[in-house]
């Protein structure tokens, strides 16, 4: 006959504990420390451009060798283009998603939509700026422009938008559906008034992902918005800089003067994409039903 | 004022599975109905046909008549969203809109449903809320999330819901079976005041609560193992708890099965 006992933890199963636990603080310490060496990195290099200068004024006239010059055409080109690319992007990924989750069910046509997304998803972001340079430049004969850089991150922008908002609209209990169907509410009133409102904070937080992904993309946009020195505010016509290009341009100039501007427009980027966050969350926060307004 | 109900040849499939057969039943306005039996045999899918909510299912669908002072609810045209405004609906376990207050939940049926004005929606939330026995425990606290409310207030919230938008009828699936003694007591005591103004169906597992609160009961059973569900018996309730015609139903309710 066996009988339970309370036993102490043993000395074999304390060692085992603290083994995994140093295991698990080490890959920690392993994931943060490229991270916050690079922003240490940024911070450092970047910090001595990072001055009003750089904030407002372009690289109109100013050589590799001379000082001053900054990143003002380039930030305005990044703002446009993401704003643009946003534009188009979520409001398609957003009704693909509700149309997934809300209508679709697994039939055959939601089942190919989800699989190219999919492929979307895997898309280089080099091939997307190569399809607009091929169809939008070259074949439709459309200039270079802030916009067909906007259209090359829409095309990343996409599937991150679709997903994430799919996953959030998934996470939407049914009851809550159901319960505004049995108020007679329907079904279209019930998707704007209740799931989305449900699923607002975390589809924000996806489309702001998807934003900071594409933000720093470079290849489709030396494809597509091709350089520019100068400030150029139409992002219909001519060529726009963006702030990846702007880094990318500035790195592989000769002299520590185009360096140190690169390391700063890496830091405004970083700070853009950061701000963008914080906007998001206060977003969320103001939104949240916790608040009780 | 309410009206009355009348089911005839009744089936609802899931799929290509059928849950219940051939239930036909009338039940008159003003009056409290309660269905019994064991778990599965189908009280939920047959309340849900009431008000159309069972198509919402992908793959379900109905068979048969339902009619609302003679008019049917199945019959060709008519709209299912019309359909549940006049037949409103408690669900088992309470749920309030979570992004909403708890002024906000009660008007959500008005509110969706079209443009009303303030001071009429603030009526409305008020009489239903006084309706459903929570406007003193609320009335400083309109403006707070309803999931912020205790899982009995928030089913009494659920009840104001349903009730602000005018329902003939008010169907609740065990409304009472997450909450405790006291909260379902309240429940109780607001069916028996709602009788006035509404026609209720309720499910429940609580011979007890059924025997307090309706003044006829259906006792619903499977017709064997896999087989669809049917209704055995339906009566008045002193008779079914009493005296009822059929030994499943005896068997049933003094606890020898299900
Ligand atoms: N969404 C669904 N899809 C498929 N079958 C379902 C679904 N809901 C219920 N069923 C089936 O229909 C039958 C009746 O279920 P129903 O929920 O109506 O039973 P019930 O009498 O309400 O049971 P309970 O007392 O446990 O709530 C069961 O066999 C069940 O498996
Ligand atoms: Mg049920």
Redesign the interface.
């Known amino acids: 006959m066996t009988t339970h006992t309370i036993r102490r933890v043993s000395a074999a199963r304390r060692l085992k504990d603290r083994l995994v636990q140093t295991l698990v603080y080490l890959a920690f310490a392993v994931a943060v420390i490229p991270l916050i060496s690079v922003l240490w990195l940024v911070i450092k290099n970047g910090l001595a451009r990072f001055d009003l200068d750089f904030l407002t004024h372009s690289m109109r006239g100013i050589g590799a060798r001379d000082v001053g010059g900054g990143a003002y055409h380039a930030i305005l080109g990044t703002l446009e283009q993401v704003l643009l690319a946003s534009l188009i992007s979520v409001p398609i990924g957003l009704l693909t998603a509700i149309y997934l989750v809300e209508y679709g069910?697994g039939g055959r046509l939601s089942r190919a939509i989800s699989f190219f997304v999919d492929v979307m998803t895997g898309i280089p972001s080099v091939v997307a700026g190569l399809f607009v340079l091929a169809f939008w430049v070259l074949a439709l004969g459309m200039p270079f422009s802030g916009f067909a850089g906007a259209l090359a991150l829409s095309i990343l922008m996409m599937p991150t938008v679709v997903r994430s908002t799919e996953e959030m609209l998934l996470l939407v209990?049914n009851?809550?559906?159901?319960?505004?169907?049995?108020?007679?509410?329907?079904k279209w009133?019930?998707i704007v008034?209740?799931v989305l409102?449900?699923a607002?904070t975390g589809i924000v937080t996806g489309v702001m992902l998807a934003i900071a992904r594409v933000a720093g993309e470079t290849a489709p946009l030396m494809l597509t918005v091709f350089f520019t020195d100068s400030i150029n505010s139409d992002p219909f016509s001519g060529p726009q800089m963006g702030l990846p290009l702007y880094v990318f341009d500035q790195a592989r100039r000769p002299t520590d003067i185009a360096i140190d501007r690169a390391w700063t427009g890496a830091l405004t980027l970083i700070l853009i994409v950061m701000l963008l966050n914080l906007v998001a969350r206060l977003i969320a926060w103001w939104?949240s039903?916790?608040r009780?307004? | 004022m309410s009206q009355q109900i009348q089911v005839s040849g009744l089936d609802a499939y899931y799929g290509r599975h059928k849950a219940i057969e051939d239930i036909s039943m009338t039940i008159e306005p003003n009056t409290i109905t309660a269905f019994i039996g064991p778990s599965g045999c189908g009280k939920s899918t047959f309340l849900r046909t009431l008000?159309r909510?069972h198509e919402?299912i992908?793959g379900a669908r109905v068979e048969g008549k339902v009619l609302l002072d003679g008019e049917d609810l199945y019959g060709p045209g008519v709209e299912p969203?019309?359909?549940?405004?006049?037949i409103?609906?408690v669900?088992q376990?309470p749920?309030?809109?979570?992004?909403?207050?708890i002024y906000e939940n009660v008007a959500?049926?008005l509110?969706?449903?079209g443009r009303r004005s303030k001071s009429e929606v603030d009526g409305i939330v008020e009489t239903s809320l006084k309706g459903a026995n929570l406007w003193n425990e609320v009335k400083d606290r309109l403006?707070?999330?309803g999931?912020?409310l205790s899982g009995g207030q928030q089913q009494r919230l659920?009840i104001a819901?349903?009730i602000a938008?005018r329902p003939e009828v008010l169907l609740m699936d065990e409304p009472c079976s997450a909450l405790d003694p006291i909260s379902t007591l309240a429940i109780e005591d607001l069916m028996a005041e709602l009788k006035s103004k509404f026609t209720i169906i309720i499910v429940t597992h609580n011979m007890q609560q059924a025997a307090r609160v309706s003044d006829r009961t259906a006792f619903f059973n499977l017709a064997g193992q896999g087989q669809p569900g049917r209704v055995i018996e339906m009566d008045d309730t002193s008779r079914i708890f009493t005296n009822p015609s059929q030994k499943a139903t005896e068997d049933y309710i003094t606890g020898r099965f299900g």
Request: hydrophobic content about 35%; proline content about 13%.
């Open positions: 069910r209990p009851d809550l559906r159901e319960a505004s169907y049995a108020l007679g509410v329907p009133r019930t008034k209740v409102p449900t607002f939104r039903p916790a009780g307004r | 008000n909510m919402v992908p969203v019309s359909v549940r405004r006049m409103g609906m669900f376990r749920n309030p809109f979570p992004t909403m207050s959500a049926g509110r969706l449903n403006g707070k999330p999931a912020g659920c819901r349903a938008v």
